[in-house]
């Protein structure tokens, strides 16, 4: 399988970056955890709640290097109980490619390759457990549990206030993300990567989390922040219509397993 042609210069700045954006705490690596706050315990509530359902999922991610970048879209639907969904990534920028199809059940996601990414565009499978991503911010093969795990635990969050996200009243709560989440699925180069910024900074990388939960106590938006100057990466997720059917895709009969290696080729993985 021939690698999707990408952006060299906006993946690696996050980890050669020499500077970091202050705003953000930072954390001693002997700290301590204290009992969950309020706004602790209702992010980790929705986000039980939000994995008891399903939701139609609209996500973007963008990186830039200050100069230039690209974009990832996702798109479709996953029901997060039953563990079955249908996406659709596409890469925005300086270079479009096709949609990356993807069937998720819940030991396996499917993948479709499009004919540039292999002379016989077929389907391709890949354990969902084991999966890593290779670009900072973003999910093994898109799996949107991957941000929820995340934002469940979010160090020290604060309530904004309510706002509208997509026309629903939701509470606005903000944190950040600690080092060994930020981590989470990441694979071993990227995870070096972060630990030798963290070193450098003698503290935690700065990540914010937002997170709105509507009032049903389900979340409805989620957005998470790196920035080390002049590198931005930022994710953000809307999940609507939950409770809805979602229609997924028979499983693909055949399927080729997906090597490591071809997932960190295509950004659109994850």
């Given at each position: 399988m021939r690698r999707s042609i990408i952006l060299a210069g906006a993946v690696v700045l996050l980890c050669s970056a020499c500077s970091a954006s202050n705003g953000s705490p930072k954390e001693s690596r002997t700290s301590t955890s204290a009992a969950p706050s309020a706004e602790a315990t209702a992010i980790r509530d929705a986000v039980e709640a939000t994995t008891k359902s399903s939701a139609r999922v609209t996500e973007q991610v963008i990186y830039s290097d200050g100069t230039r970048g690209f974009a990832i879209s996702v798109t479709g639907g996953l029901d997060f109980a039953g563990g079955r969904g249908h996406l659709k990534a596409t890469m925005l920028g300086q270079t479009v490619l096709d949609?990356?199809?993807?069937?998720?059940?819940?030991?396996?996601?499917?993948?479709?390759?499009?004919?540039?990414?292999?002379?016989?565009?077929?389907?391709?499978?890949?354990?969902?457990?084991?999966?890593?991503?290779?670009?900072?911010?973003?999910?093994?093969?898109?799996d949107p549990e991957h941000l929820l795990r995340q934002l469940a635990r979010m160090r020290k969050p604060t309530k904004v206030g309510e706002e509208k996200v997509n026309g629903v009243p939701a509470v606005h709560y903000r944190g950040w993300l600690d080092h060994e989440t930020l981590k989470l699925r990441l694979s071993k180069d990227r995870r070096d990567g972060l630990d030798m910024v963290r070193s450098t900074m003698n503290?935690?990388?700065?990540?914010?989390?937002d997170v709105w939960v509507d009032r049903s106590g389900r979340v409805v938006r989620a957005r998470t922040t790196?920035?080390?100057?002049?590198?931005?990466?930022?994710?953000?997720?809307?999940?609507?219509?939950?409770?809805?059917?979602?229609?997924?895709?028979?499983?693909?009969?055949?399927?080729?397993?997906?090597?490591?290696?071809?997932m960190g080729g295509d950004p659109r993985m994850g």
């Open positions: 949609p990356l199809d993807e069937v998720f059940t819940k030991g396996t996601v499917y993948v479709k390759m499009a004919l540039h990414m292999a002379d016989d565009p077929t389907w391709w499978s890949a354990p969902r457990d084991k999966a890593e991503a290779h670009y900072f911010l973003r999910a093994p093969l898109n503290g935690d990388i700065p990540a914010p989390a790196l920035t080390m100057e002049p590198g931005k990466a930022t994710t953000t997720m809307d999940l609507t219509d939950h409770g809805a059917p979602v229609e997924t895709p028979p499983v693909p009969s055949g399927a080729n397993a997906l090597s490591p290696e071809d």
